[in-house]
């Protein structure tokens, strides 16, 4: 989805997180479909990159493995400047999309990328190979070890299978991405039950065009003449964020 028809929250949070880098312009239009998962996915990916347990070195190497075995160029290639800040060799770089053998390794090094492998062939680590990587890991690194290359293998998943292509298109052109930006706006319902409004007012701030609160209770309130398909995104966020979860959105058959 092209910039120019994101939702202003998608917008927001790109502005917001700048400092990961540049790239992530088709990425996020890739995630504008559905702005409640891209809010969601943005916050899981917020933590393990900037919040996590595992050192920045030990992220890379996961993420860019994880990205060669399912054969995802777009994310491998976006680490691959990730992984120079965190103390990864353009050799070591270049040998996570290698075989093993190929590149001499530290012990702790392969323990990491063989568990990855591991992961990739049977979605399970052998015993042997996992007490192996609790000797050098926490519980906590553990834990989010797992969760790191789940998460990569998703986007992964998605992106290639959605042919979404790098911001910079490679001399030979990028692979065609599939055609779910075509998808015109769904008529649908907008419903607020006013028994298990809070009074939060997120809605509010995420659809303001399509939401306001009532002066009187504080109530949320849909907009007389309010036009939801226009922000669809938006209003499927502020349902999604609602704390009292009272807004439905229903489409129209």
Do not use: Y
């Amino acid at each position: 989805m092209p910039p120019e028809q994101w939702p202003e929250a998608l917008h927001s949070v790109l502005d917001a997180s700048r400092k990961d880098g540049p790239g992530r312009t088709n990425l996020f239009g890739t995630l504008a479909h559905h702005l409640p998962l891209a809010q969601a996915w943005l916050a899981l990916a917020r933590v393990l990159t900037h919040d996590g347990a595992l050192s920045a070195r030990d992220r890379e190497l996961v993420i860019l493995r994880t990205a060669h075995r399912l054969d995802c160029a777009f994310v491998h290639d976006r680490h691959t400047g990730q992984a120079r800040h965190a103390g990864l060799g353009p050799d070591e770089t270049a040998a996570t999309a290698a075989p093993l053998s190929a590149h001499v390794w530290s012990s702790d090094d392969l323990s990491l990328l063989q568990t990855v492998d591991a992961l990739a062939d049977h979605t399970d680590v052998p015993d042997d190979l996992w007490e192996r990587l609790a000797g050098r890991l926490h519980p906590d690194q553990l834990v989010e070890f797992l969760l790191l290359a789940g998460q990569t293998a998703t986007m992964c998943m998605t992106l290639r299978t959605l042919r979404t292509p790098p911001d910079t298109p490679s001399p030979t052109g990028p692979p065609s991405a599939r055609a779910c930006d075509a998808v015109p706006h769904q008529a649908f319902d907008v419903r607020i039950d006013r028994e298990r409004c809070c009074s939060s007012g997120q809605c509010v701030g995420t659809a303001p065009d399509v939401f306001e609160q009532n002066d009187e209770d504080g109530l949320v309130m849909l907009r007389p003449g309010h036009r939801a398909a226009t922000v669809q995104g938006a209003v499927r966020l502020a349902a999604a964020l609602c704390p009292g979860g009272a807004i439905t959105v229903t489409p129209k058959p």
